[in-house]
């Protein structure tokens, strides 16, 4: 299920999915670690003697944000009890504390009493194992905790603090369902501690006048020990719960003005999804640098795996992104990321984990062939591609400088000489959608694209011998290019090579979206006719001809394929990025207004098919136009962002 509206920080990110129970609570990095384990939050009330879960299908519910802001504007409507709960969520802009204000609305013509009900599935440090619940007296609150992580929960009405019910129980473990049970009824036990496999759940009275409303806030702190959350705690009733809320909002508000620009004609639901998408980047950066593909937990029902990992390539394309928007401070943290990882050798591994550490991989360290590695070469030449970038635009040297021997010069070192001999170009690696091996056409464009980066610097930094080497490199790598990567005979680009012998060469002429590589980081002008041949079969080959719309990854597609009766109406899934690269090659052969109309038909198809709160997913349902896969994706909305800059900057150019 979708994760519609994320809230972050940098240090602790709080996901709802589309029937708003909070699903994942991750802490202290992003995508690091999830202490819900994708277990639902529950959020219930109870009105003269019923009760209902938010998510039950009694509630019509309207999941958005408050413009240019990372603060919730929920509402859910309960027709048949005359109610309207008014939400608003979001996680302090400098403090690890979760906040909800709740506007209980009472539409009826009687005063009521209304109950509250928080149910929190804690599976800390991702495992049920050993977690305590338990209640603290002396404020009325609950307290949750394992090893060094804390969470101090806490609740407040326009009278009074604390909670007033609450229960702490055992879940999972000899049939019990959890203490979120023991609310359906309206009144929780009381029960003060539990320990093991744990949850617990509160609840707050509130009475609401007639065709009045009455708020209470709720929160959660997260810390690395007990005097930590309590401070926290303190910190949220002497400020107030309301203040912190207006902070978040004003300081958003603040940090989204960066993008206030000249949009040209770009329509309004445009231009809304462009700054969403900028605030939904910023909640998956984590403070230590690292930039999160995916926190939607749901995805672990695949493989038992997530995307809550930094996978360099997607990394190095948001922080594009973000310093295209003007964000350099994010970027500059990711690549300062990438220089403590980068391996000895000047490579990069599969993917990372926040905190630095290797995450999870299927590429095998094992093979016949010499000189092997499992790993995917674009990474780490995008790396220093996006660098250059970032550089082109700052011009920050003193930011630069402890970059430039350990990150640049290394990564550069291991992409000169990473490569085959007789044709010049990169030894085989995995592609960038990690299913295949080989000489792979969007490697070769990313890899020379991160060698003419590294020519840049070593000639900014003064050292000519080495920007020469890193350019011969390059040329090599075109020539190369040229002579083997180029098929006349089908009059395209093979997607990749399989070099099992000087005279053993299996060509793959797959159509693949992947191929605009070759042009965009540099390799090729996009009105080389090659290049235009290529993305002609691209939009006439991979264009899912539904109502839905927009381009497939390849031909035959088939992961989380949903379609497979009618491949040539549906090759595969659409995916945002591979539609959002067509707008980009139209961008840039865009010699007119008029050329750029296909583009802006690119950018309304993305909004028009993003979630309500501007979420963008991975692919797209065929037939539906649902999100499939994970949402957000990180990736997605950097190709958005990206796409909308370049339009502007093109348009421009015209006036």
Known sequence: MPRDIPVGNGRLLINFDRRYQMRDFYFPHVGKENHSNGHPFRFGVWCEGRFAWVHSDDWVRNLKYLDDALVTQVELTHPTWELR???NDCVDFHEAVYLKQVRVVNLSDRD???????????????????????????????????????????????????????????????????????????????????????????????????MGSRSVKYWIAAGMSYEEVKG????????????????????????????????????????????????????????GGAIIAGTDSDIAQFGRDTYCYCWMRDGALVAYALDLAGYFVPATRFYDFCRQVLTHEGYFLHKY????????????????????L???????ALVLWALWKHF?????????????????????????QYRDEKTGLPRPSYDLWEERRGVLSFTTGAVYGGLMAAANFAQAFG????????????????????????????????????LKSDDDVEVDLTVDASLYGLSYFGLYPPDDPRIVAMMQAVEQRLWVR????????????????????????????????????????????????????????????????????????????????????VCPLTWSHAAYVTVVLEYIEKLATFD
């Open 546 to 629: 539904t109502p839905v719309g927009g381009v497939a990854r390849y031909e035959n597609d088939s992961y989380q394929r949903l379609r497979s009766d009618d491949l040539e109406r549906v090759p595969g899934n659409p995916w945002f990025i591979c539609t959002l690269w067509l707008a980009q090659w139209r961008i840039a052969l865009a010699q007119n207004r008029d050329d750029l109309h296909p583009a802006l038909e690119i950018l309304e198809w993305t909004a028009a098919h993003a979630l309500p709160s501007g979420a963008l997913s991975e692919q797209l349902n065929p037939d539906t136009g649902e999100p499939v896969s």
């Open 374 to 380: 499992p790993i995917q070469e674009d990474e780490t």
């Open 85 to 87: 709960l008014e939400c």
């Open 353 to 372: 984990n926040a905190d630095g550490s290797a995450g999870s991989s299927w590429h095998p360290w094992v093979s016949e062939m010499p000189n092997y």
């Open 392 to 416: 082109e635009r700052y011009c920050d040297v003193e930011a630069l400088k402890p970059l430039y021997r350990p990150l640049i010069i290394r990564a550069a070192e291991f992409l000169w």
């Open 112 to 210: 009521r009493e209304l109950r509250l009900f928080f149910s929190h599935d804690f599976h800390i440090s991702e495992s049920e194992i050993g977690d305590t619940a338990y209640f603290r007296p002396e404020d009325r609150s609950l307290v949750h905790y394992k090893g060094d992580r804390y969470f101090f929960i806490n609740c407040c009405t326009e009278d009074k603090c604390g909670l007033d019910q609450y229960a702490c129980g055992v879940k999972e473990v000899g049939g019990n369902e959890g203490t979120w049970r023991d609310a359906e009824d309206g009144v929780l036990s009381g029960n003060p501690i539990a320990q093991g496999s744990v949850d617990s759940a509160c609840a707050v009275h509130v009475q609401v006048p007639a």
């Open 232 to 287: 926290i705690n303190r910190t949220v009733l002497r400020k107030t719960p309301q203040e912190m809320i207006t902070r978040t909002l004003n300081y958003w508000r603040l940090w989204v003005s960066r993008t206030n620009r000249i949009f040209g004609d770009l329509p309004v639901d445009v231009v809304k999804l462009f700054k969403r998408s900028l605030m939904i980047l910023r909640t998956h950066v984590d403070d």
């Open 463 to 498: 050292e000519s011998e080495l920007a020469e080497k890193y350019q011969q490199a390059a040329s090599e790598i075109r020539t190369g290019t040229d002579n083997y990567l180029w098929r006349p005979e089908a009059n395209r680009f093979a997607r990749r090579l399989d």
